[in-house]
């Protein structure tokens, strides 16, 4: 009997044990699960913070990471063989892929992304402005990229860097189109800056699909010529899929702090056609290009078959444009079990184009500095249109490009400043109301605003312009 007894209570101290490690793990702020649903975005986005670490496991390796290793705020290296973070080993919680479990909205909002800027002109750029033969990453006048950028750009508030790729005179022949290792390692050394400083990171496929007047061509993805049958559709697929196969091998171990993007502003020439029903072959060419390119990334398996993918629009991607082959069922792309929720839409935001571009650099613009109140009630509206159609429906957007050009208002009247800071505000605010993610064009040109030799805003008017935008995320 008292042997009985000793075993009965031997027995009810490990199931009292048990269900206190239990609660623990449920209640703990540091050990937040997330759902998997894409749809109960409000309870699960407000218990889990920005700074709270969540427990994650690696689909493609089955590797358990604990939650004390991927806290957002830790710097302890990941154990995980198949979460491979930046060159210096530092790891946080979106170091670790999600496997599958979180959609792209969720994770914008768990991780507190609001704001965010462009390494515009770098490794994009040409040779030269006009040596189009080689993507070069100080060809247009920026300086190579550095960890000080990199540190001083997140210092400011910044929380996710679009780091535009092309990869002109980087590309084999056919029929393997083989990526330079040289030029794939560069954008590596890059990322895991980003990353290093706290940041997450876009990469895409940029100005080799970028049109002047047909047959003036940039790169292989030969949009335009396509569509006048100069050049065989298949054939620019073929190596689509191939360019995309090599990227998404070289970063397959990398975590959902890195996201891929399909591609930027392809058009059909001369910015062409972007939207209408007259429109209708040429979104229907792109919405195959993006499905071709997401089956790519998918088909190298690892972290990619759940990694986060940004989708563009026609032409200068803006949110009519978007929204309208959305309507027709031509801007996503077919994912499979990831359903929608893997995907983000890209827009540019540059309305009105007259006052943020053209008024400046003779684009056509009409000579004024200033913006009716007609277009300034559309900032809001088309924020609000893109909540509508997207958003509310658990899908992510962000403002792949959006701003106005800062540099040369500078030494305007005090009159035409202030309406570009109050512009600033204007869409940043829409943005954030509506769950859009804006992330800034920098092109350390006309559009510059952060210095690239530490990431700080210049004093003066580039300051207030970066307060202008801070002012509305933080």
């Known amino acids: 009997m008292k042997r009985l007894t000793l075993l009965s209570s031997l027995l009810l101290f490990l199931i009292s044990a048990s269900c206190s490690s239990s609660s623990n793990e449920n209640e703990g702020g540091n050990n937040s699960q997330t759902s998997s649903s894409s749809e109960d975005l409000g309870e699960s986005s407000s218990s889990v913070g920005a ?7 690696s689909s493609s390796s089955g590797a358990e990471i604990s939650s004390s290793s991927v806290g957002i705020s830790s710097s302890s290296s990941s154990s995980s063989s198949s979460a491979v973070v930046s060159s210096s080993s530092v790891a946080s919680s979106s170091s670790v892929n999600s496997g599958g479990t979180k959609s792209a909205l969720q994770y914008f909002r768990d991780e507190g992304i609001k704001a965010g800027w462009n390494l515009g002109n770098t490794m994009e750029a040409m040779a030269s402005w006009t040596d189009r033969s080689t993507a070069t990453e100080t060809g247009w006048g920026n300086p190579a990229v550095t960890q000080t950028l990199m540190n001083g750009v997140k210092a ?92 998404a091998n070289y970063f397959k171990d990398y975590g959902d702090n890195l996201i891929f993007e399909t591609m930027n502003e392809v058009h059909s020439g001369n910015w062409g056609c972007q939207s209408g029903a007259s429109c209708q072959t040429e979104q229907d060419r792109l919405f195959d290009w993006n499905q071709t390119a997401l089956n790519a990334i998918r088909a190298t398996g690892g972290n990619n078959a759940t990694r986060y993918v940004a989708i563009p ?76 159609n997207f958003i509310d429906n658990g899908i992510a957007v962000y403002y792949g490009e959006w701003g106005a050009q800062t540099n040369v208002r500078s030494s305007m009247s005090q009159d035409i400043r202030n309406a570009h800071k109050d512009y600033i505000s204007r869409v940043v605010r829409a943005a954030n109301a509506n769950g859009i993610v804006p992330i800034i064009w920098d092109d350390g040109g006309n559009f510059k605003i952060l210095e690239r030799s530490n990431g700080s805003p210049k004093d003066g008017f580039w300051k207030e312009v970066w307060d202008a935008y801070m002012g509305e995320v933080r």
């Open 51 to 57: 700074s709270s670490s969540s427990s994650s496991s």
């Open 156 to 247: 400011q508030g910044i929380d996710i860097v679009r780091i535009g790729c092309t990869w002109i005179g980087h590309i084999g022949s056919a029929p393997n189109y083989t990526i330079s290792a040289t030029r794939l390692q560069r954008v590596k050394e890059i990322v895991d800056m980003a990353h290093t400083a706290g940041m997450k990171a876009i990469i895409n496929i940029h100005h080799d699909g970028n049109y002047t007047d047909p047959p003036n061509t940039w790169g292989f993805l030969k949009f335009a010529e396509v569509g006048r049958g100069a050049a065989d559709n298949e054939q620019v697929k073929d190596q689509l899929s191939k360019v995309w196969t090599q990227i």
């Open 313 to 388: 629009g026609l032409g200068s991607t803006e949110p009519e444009t978007v929204i309208a082959a959305h309507n027709r069922g031509k801007l996503l792309p077919n994912d499979g079990a990831n359903g929608t929720s893997k995907l983000i839409v890209s827009v540019h935001f540059y309305a009105p184009w007259q006052y943020t571009v053209a008024d400046i650099t003779g684009q056509g613009g009409d000579g004024r500095h200033t913006i009716s109140q007609a277009e300034l009630n559309n900032i809001a509206t088309q924020a609000g249109h893109i909540k509508t």
